[in-house]
């Protein structure tokens, strides 16, 4: 890596990958380990997709619901 990038990595694995998880463990993964600043991994794989199709736009709400009382973002047009 080059000096004058950044490192960024993630915080959050989802395991929407798991067959061992239903969904709403997933969507649960994704509230309690989720803070101010994550980078959550949802996976793109067969495997996952079961999961993902049902979590991931509920995760994205539950995202933009919750995102007035985390960020100051002008992105999301919420005040903080």
């Not at 080059?2 to 395991?15: E, K």
């Not at 600043?37 to 079961?50: E, T």
Request: charged share 25%; net charge positive.
């Amino acid at each position: 890596v080059q000096q004058h990038y950044n490192l960024v990595m993630y915080d959050v694995v989802t395991r929407d990958y798991s067959r061992k998880l239903t969904p709403d463990r997933v969507l649960d993964n994704v509230r309690r380990f989720t803070r101010n600043g994550s980078i959550i991994v949802f996976h793109d794989s067969l495997k996952a997709w079961r999961n993902l199709r049902e979590v991931l736009p509920q995760a994205l709400q539950w995202l933009i619901d919750v995102c007035g009382a985390w960020c100051g973002c002008r992105s999301c047009g919420r005040a903080a």
